[in-house]
């Protein structure tokens, strides 16, 4: 069964989903209100009023503060009631729990634990998802149907590709020919591949042309619980990364929405043709075909498979190729278990 982290940085949205209004959202379990306060600033609230349990987001804004739908008690961003309709008394306990966020990379990021613990130096870097002047970011967000951990063990073994990426990323067989190799740097781990002397896969064409011989990379780069950023490039034979071609970026961020279901947030870069609609067009499409047709489905029948049966329970074969969604898990574990003991 699944539990939750606290003491780590879940990815709550994009920094473009949240503008004036509010934003709903179900994070580890809980339901969360997120909104922006008059110095642009994000809080998070706990969206359920502790009088009647009503949804605070049906409410409205006051200021800094939200007003319950159902009998108008007012909470301030740090989820303190600050007015009671009925009587000048505040009532003890009309508390709501807060939650502490920041904005990085055009990502609201919102901290599971207590406020006063929050690091936002421990916030991954994805400055290279970040929107800037000769760079295009297409981002998507979907809801998948399994624990958060089966995006994690996707994303972490790319070796799928060649078969679920059928219709989008497969490339002839070429991952067969890479080596793989994780590496665990203590809160991050990398599931890297290193294919040499294949030909230049597709988002390195242009520069490469087709059929050019390239040595090519994919490196993926995990933090707890589950935010992930890809590295792909291509170089000449031999030459030095550096010489070669890095594609602009790819993030994979993955929350937990339920014990059951996760948001899986993605965005692309690009430094190419940042103005043509068309490559957007082309883009989104082959994104949502990849994300939501193919990985998607079989992530979801792969869970509804084991018939409620723990993941573990269900004895996973190993194959090595799967060991960076393994330590993935194991370094979860690892974390639930420390904050079993120190809280
Ligand atoms: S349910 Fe919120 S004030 Fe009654
Ligand atoms: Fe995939």
Known sequence: MTRFLRNVWYMAGWSGELTDGLLTRR????????????????????????????????????????????????????????????SERIPAGAQVDSWACAERD???????????????????DFSRLADQPGRKVLRGHTLVRAPYEFCTDNLMDLSHIEFVHRGTFAGDGVIFAGQHRVIDDGATLHSNWWMPGVPAPLPTRPPFAEGQLT??????????????????????PGRPREEGFRVGGQAHIVTPESTTTAHYFTANARHEAVD?????????????????????????AAFANLEGQDFWEGRPLSLGIDQGGTRARRKIQAMLAAEDRNG
């Open 27 to 86: 994070i580890a379990g809980r339901a969360r209100v997120f909104f922006r306060l008059a110095d642009g600033t994000v809080a998070a609230l706990h969206d359920r009023c502790p009088h009647r349990f009503a949804p605070l987001s049906r409410g409205e804004r006051a200021g800094d503060a939200l007003v319950c739908p159902y009998h108008g008690l007012t909470f301030d961003a740090g989820g303190q009631c600050i007015r009671n309709p009925f």
């Open 215 to 236: 040595d090519h990379w994919l490196d993926m780069r995990w933090n707890a619980p589950a935010s992930m950023e890809l590295d792909i490039g291509a170089t000449l």
């Open 276 to 300: 043509d609609p068309a490559v957007d067009a082309f883009l989104t499409e082959l994104f949502d075909q990849a994300f939501n047709a193919e990985d998607k489905p079989i992530i979801e």
């Open 106 to 124: 055009g990502i609201i990021w919102m901290w599971g634990g207590n406020a006063d613990t929050a690091d936002p130096a421990e916030i991954p």
